[in-house]
DNA sequence: ACATTATTGCGAATAAGTTGCAATAATACA
DNA sequence: TGTATTATTGCAACTTATTCGCAATAATGT
């Protein structure tokens, strides 16, 4: 399952490297200048996020979104779990630099957490 | 917009006061003893929603889940956010008495919290 | 240059949730 | 108790997000 460098991937990748927020699957397919299959956009994502490199968010509209925390300088801080912002206003989804903190009783194993906050950015306020 | 009282209405909320879970449209199709219509069922619930009786929890599976918080002694906690914790094993999701704490940047407003936490619960492990 | 097999595009399938509409039934009020 | 009002329901169709099978294409190793 060797992975290959492809136009595809590269075009989605440097997207999401590019972008300051969680882009979801349609957002990618309009601010591609190439046209991708819709198909062939989620394997891409998907792939990513297998091999770490993206990780996934799903938001309360239901939908999945996906983003590479730039502003994370080092790898742990990257996997660490942080909350990210809905904003219901320009609809876009942002990593906040705000690290998830919880307890769970005992015997509960935690692999991981889904946190978004919804509400409106200092954009739009 | 007065609300009535019907058999439908009866046999869901009641199905939300003795779960001790948060259950999806499917699953309270499932287990109600009468048989109700699929997109009956999502109006009583977003009725319910809508009057602040249950709440709404999408997972990271992009599906909704509709709870009554019982263990709440209190109508401040019911409406406080609080973790979710949804089992991979036994499919189900779970009020936390977890609260969930978090700040966000200046000029953020945040309206609501969705924070599921996944893994396997402690009947499972 | 060639074989291997990862990747892609297309179309169809699946699944969750919503909506329009006509029929039904709960409530208020005479 | 009877009737009008309108909330609620069932059905079917629709929308939207995501996945999947399959055949065609193209990256990579040798």
């Known amino acids: ?26 957002a990618i397919e309009n601010q591609l200048d190439i046209k991708i299959n819709r198909a062939t956009i989620y394997r891409v994502l998907n792939r990513f996020c297998k091999d770490d490199l993206v990780h996934r968010i799903v938001a309360e509209d239901g939908k999945q979104y996906f983003a590479i925390c730039k502003k994370c300088e080092n790898q742990a801080a990257v996997l660490q779990h942080h909350f990210h912002f809905r904003c219901l206003s320009c609809d876009t989804i942002e990593c906040l630099q ?28």
Not at 16 to 24: G, H, Q, R, T, V
Not at 104 to 120: D, I
């Open 98 to 125: 705000v690290p998830v903190t919880y307890s769970v009783p005992n015997g509960y194993r935690v692999q991981n957490a889904n946190c978004v906050l919804t509400g409106v950015c200092n954009d739009c306020s």
């Open 1 to 26: 399952m060797n992975r290959r460098n492809t136009p595809t991937k590269e075009a989605v990748l440097n997207l999401l490297l590019n972008s300051k927020k969680a882009l979801s699957q349609d």
